[in-house]
Each structure stands twice: as structure tokens, then as C-alpha cells.
């Protein structure tokens, strides 16, 4: 009777006697009234609530063609954090600026089927620059040459339309966003366009496809940072709401840096951001090497 009263009672008091309650009050009670004092309590023996270590990632796992009316597609989970994306070529005029040049539309969808802090309506702040995120992704790293999409010069290009959805949200989604999308590119398959010289209509030939060139491979690894301090890999939903910082760190198979991304919060030091990038440049091994896994046995399969 006296446990029930101290779990619903005033939360300075838990606060002060935090090791009692969570020997008495059930975690869950204990993990909900005091969020933070419970990870506080984890992170002090050099862990996480899920078992994890502080460097760690969630299982990563891949699917290749998930979407068969797509030209390409990919359903990626980390964690329980799960993102499909797929993605859809049209014909379109290269713009004015650009006439030799294609061009790829990113575009994050977070429905509120995939978490509870969603709504329904407009994209949500974190869905617009998620999106904005993968563009600058996209243009920074120079995953594929716009020129390639061309087909003819300031007539006929190709755009792609890359559709990202959460289907489950458990934080991290960028990381899962940059995967999916690689290995929906990867899966592509382009059909081959001519021009008709007398009528200069485009003629299509769906039986004759191609794969894209990608020319780099660009990771993500997102970081979370605890009282100012405590770095982890990886973060969950919960994780990142308890955080003082998040930063996202984005290499290609060269070992160079396409992006920092830092949505605020406390800053980071010199030797803290040295650190995110050796583990960004692991993580970008690992994750190309499961791409390329994943790719031979779909081939293999067909």
C-alpha cells in the first residue's frame, strides 16, 4: 500500500529516493515517473535499458524489392525503427538552368500509423527537414551524377521520385532513411528511352532496362549526447527526447565527410566529434557491405 502511494506521490520525492523506488516500485512505474534517473542509472555501469553498449547499433536488416509496381524499392528496419521507401523514374523537360541534367525528389512521410506523436495533415517539422536533410544528402555526396538522367539535352530527362515512409518509429530515422535509400537506388532499373526523329516523341521500351550508376556511397550514424557528456550511438525515440544534443554524421566509402548534421542543442567538442566520425567510417563499411550482401542474393535468386 505505502509503494502504490510513493509512485503516485510527488516526483521530488522519488527524485531523492531514486535506488529505493527502483527496488520496490515496479520499472515501468519507476522508468515512466523518472525517465531520465532511470537511463542516468543504466549509462553510470556504461549500458543502455535495452542491453545495449554506448557504441553500439540496433540489429540492422534489409529487404530488396519489397514494392513490385516501383522501379526500384527497399524496406529497411533498425531496431524497431522501420522505413520503406520506394521509388518511381518519370519523364520529364530538364529545367532552364539545368538542361543537361536530371533530378531526384526526396521526400519523408512520418504518418501517424508509425507513432503516436504524429498527426495527421501537413508534414510535421521533423518530416520537412528529414526531406531537406536527404536532398542535401543526396547533392553533397554526389551519390549519382545528374547528368546520367539526362537523355536528351534540354528536352527529355528522367526524375525520381524517392518516397520514404516510417512505418514504425523508435528514433533514428535519418540513419534508416540514407540506407533505404541507397539500396532502393541500388535496385532501380531504368527502361531505355529514344527519341523519334521524326516525330520527337519519346519511344519506351519497357523490355530493355538498366541499372543506375552510383557513383558514391554515403552512411549515416546519428549520436545522441547525455548531460552534456555521455555519448551514444544509435539513440532510440525515448533517447532522443532525453538528450542534450544529437548530431548526424554521414561518410562515403573513401572515408570522407558528406555532412554534419547538428539540429542544435549543447556543443560538442573537438575530440567528441573526431570520435562520431571514426565510428561513422566503420558504421559506412558495415552497411555497404550489407548492401552488396543483400543485392547478390536477390541477383542470385533470379
Known sequence: MH???????????????????????????????EPLEYHRSFLKE???????????????????????????????????????????????NPTVESPDKGYIVPNVDLPPLCSSRFRSGPPSEQAQAASQFMADI?????????????????????????????????????????IALMAALKNTQLPEVTINKETSAPEVK?????????????????FSVFDDSILIVDPTAEEEIL???????????????CSAHKPGGTSLSGEKLQECISRATARQKEIQKLIDKVLHSVKSAE
Open 3 to 33: 509503494i502504490v502511494c510513493v509512485a503516485n506521490a510527488n516526483l521530488q520525492l522519488l527524485s531523492l529516493v531514486g535506488p529505493f523506488c527502483a527496488k520496490f516500485i515496479p520499472v515501468c512505474s519507476y522508468r515512466t515517473a
Open 46 to 92: 556504461n549500458c543502455r535499458p535495452d542491453g545495449r553498449d554506448l557504441s553500439e547499433f540496433r540489429t540492422t536488416t534489409l529487404n530488396i524489392g519489397s514494392i513490385s509496381t516501383a522501379d526500384g524499392s527497399a524496406l529497411v528496419k533498425i531496431g524497431n525503427t522501420t522505413i520503406i521507401c520506394g521509388i518511381k523514374a518519370e519523364l520529364a
Open 138 to 178: 543526396i547533392e553533397s555526396s554526389e551519390v549519382i551524377r545528374a547528368e546520367d538522367l539526362c537523355i536528351d539535352r534540354g528536352k527529355l530527362c528522367w526524375v525520381l521520385y524517392c518516397d520514404m515512409m516510417c512505418l514504425d518509429y523508435d528514433g533514428n530515422i535519418l540513419d534508416a532513411c540514407i
Open 206 to 222: 519497357l523490355e530493355k532496362k538498366h541499372g543506375l550508376t552510383i557513383q558514391k556511397h554515403p552512411v549515416g550514424s546519428s
Open 243 to 257: 538528450s542534450t544534443a544529437q548530431l548526424t554524421v554521414v561518410t562515403d566509402e573513401e572515408g570522407r565527410l
